[in-house]
């Protein structure tokens, strides 16, 4: 399964980069506005959008709220997927590996 995400904000997104028919479902990333064209989205795609590269020796830790009625606030953990809408907000924090 293929997913465009699309680490560009708002302002910074070429037109020439739209998928013709393509919905686009706007997210916000460590408070960065993000637009990707799927309507879920894993943890890893979630930590690419704020760090990308990922480090090696670092945990990441993924928080979110606006999320769907059935979850709308919560955390997710490595191999997670979760069901996004529009204008959910997810926090990514890095933490070295004692």
């Known amino acids: ?3 465009e995400i699309n680490t560009h904000s708002k302002s ?8 013709e028919g393509a919905v686009h479902i706007t997210i916000f990333v460590n ?4 637009h990707i064209t ?3 989205v894993t943890y890893t795609e979630v ?9 090696e020796n670092v ?15 919560g955390t997710l953990s490595p191999g997670d997927i979760i069901e996004v809408k529009s204008g959910m907000i997810f926090n990514v924090t890095p933490t ?3």
């Open 96 to 98: 070295n590996k004692s």
């Open 12 to 19: 910074e997104h070429p037109e020439s980069e739209k998928k």
């Open 59 to 73: 945990i990441y830790t993924v928080s979110y709220k606006g999320g769907p009625k059935k979850k709308p606030a």
């Open 1 to 3: 399964m293929n997913k």
């Open 47 to 55: 930590v690419l959008l704020a760090y990308d590269p990922m480090e």
């Open 31 to 34: 408070a960065r506005e993000r």
């Open 38 to 40: 799927e309507d879920e």
